[in-house]
């Protein structure tokens, strides 16, 4: 497989997709990434410790 030029569903930066990442993902079973590797890992911080609401 070759890479891959993804776009970011967040921010809209494209990203390489390599060959070996596909073939990891492929093995596993997982989809290709809708993020690119900062969002995602982010989205991965916001998900465990959520932003506090901010007081108005």
Excluded: T, W
């Excluded at 569903?9 to 290709?32: I, W």
């Excluded at 890992?41 to 410790?49: D, G, P």
Aim: one cysteine or more; aromatic letters at 8%; proline letters at 14%.
């Amino acid at each position: 497989m070759p890479d891959k030029i993804l776009i970011c569903q967040n921010c809209h930066n494209p990203f390489v997709y390599s060959d070996y990442e596909q073939n990891l993902d492929a093995k596993s079973g997982r989809p290709e990434p809708l993020y690119d590797p900062i969002c995602a890992s982010i989205k991965a911080s916001e998900a465990k410790h959520p932003p506090k609401p901010k007081r108005a």
